[in-house]
């Protein structure tokens, strides 16, 4: 005959997990699958072996996701995430705003060529034929979440400095400055790494790019006519 003790972790097994302990086997699947993703890629990936990996049944992790592809996408916000968080916590650092914005790069682009985020982004590209939502809807996710994250740091960034009085940086143009950063100084390194340069050679070039790039974004703010 079982004793009582044994009856009653039998039924702490059975019944639902604490609601603390939740978000900590939600993180685990989450973890797991992002291991098994970048592994076997999107197509390779089995909820099997991610449940096997999670240490999770197959029902736990229907129940949190309807699919795979529910499940990549949840992978993919949570290093987004991981990574928006990194960077928020960044202070810009400088005596001059070209120093400060700078640093605000180099920040980003440490944050952005790391292997698990782009191997992400890859596979995320790599499944673009078959499912073209996912593709599009990772990559407008990373974008919202990292614009948002950027436009926050240059507008701290020129506080304090002449640029702040300029067009580029009032409250209304901001979205569109923002978007000007990224696209000189972000996204030259970030598309060279998605088209499978190393990233380590990469992450070597993050100084010298972001000098020339954030002086040449510097003077497109002083001279661009936003209005136009």
Request: glycine share 8%.
């Amino acid at each position: 005959m079982a004793s009582k003790s044994s009856s009653r972790r039998a039924g702490v097994r059975a019944g639902r997990p604490p609601k603390e302990l939740a978000g900590a086997v939600e993180e685990r699947i989450l973890d797991a699958a992002r291991k098994v993703f970048l592994e076997r890629g999107f197509a390779g990936a089995s909820i099997d072996e991610i449940a096997e990996t999670a240490h999770a049944g197959k029902p736990t992790i229907y129940a949190r996701f309807n699919g795979k592809e529910a499940l990549f996408t949840a992978v993919v916000m949570q290093r987004v995430a991981a990574n928006v968080a990194g960077v928020e916590a960044h202070a810009p650092t400088g005596a001059t705003i070209e120093q400060r914005l700078r640093s605000v790069a180099v920040s980003l682009l440490g944050w952005i060529l790391l292997s698990d985020s782009i191997g992400l982004m890859r596979i995320a590209i790599a499944e673009a034929a078959r499912f073209p939502d996912l593709a599009s809807r990772v990559y407008a996710m990373a974008r919202e979440r990292g614009g948002q994250a950027v436009a926050r740091l240059l507008a701290e960034a020129a506080q304090s400095d002449e640029l702040g009085a300029l067009p580029a940086f009032a409250p209304e143009h901001v979205i569109t400055t923002t978007r000007l950063f990224q696209e000189l100084v972000i996204l030259p390194l970030a598309v060279r790494a998605l088209f499978g340069e190393k990233l380590a050679q990469l992450r070597a070039e993050i100084e010298p790019h972001t000098k020339r790039s954030v002086a040449l974004f510097l003077g497109a703010c002083r001279h661009i006519d936003v209005n136009t």
